[in-house]
């Protein structure tokens, strides 16, 4: 079987590893992104169980686009 990944898009190098570590603890795969578009650019390229982004940075509204892009494709969007 396998295991879910979780792509985690934060502008921080240090919350990417802080994150990452316990995610991946928890037995999850990840793929780290440390920008939205790099984010953005990922969900277009694979699947991902979730998503976490950090509302924290001047890019959040990519993070918005980033959800909406993937749900969209999956004709699924939490902001409609």
């Known amino acids: ?3 879910a990944t ?5 502008e921080e190098p240090q919350d990417l590893e802080y994150y990452g570590s316990i995610v991946c603890s928890l037995g999850y795969g990840v793929r780290m992104c440390n920008s939205v578009e ?22 959040f509204e990519g993070g918005k686009k980033c959800w909406s892009f993937r749900f969209n494709s999956d004709r699924i969007c939490p902001w409609s």
């Open 1 to 3: 079987m396998e295991k």
């Open 6 to 10: 979780v792509l985690l898009v934060f």
């Open 38 to 59: 790099e984010g953005i650019e990922a969900i277009r390229a694979d699947n991902f169980s979730l998503a976490i982004v950090s509302q924290g940075t001047p890019g």
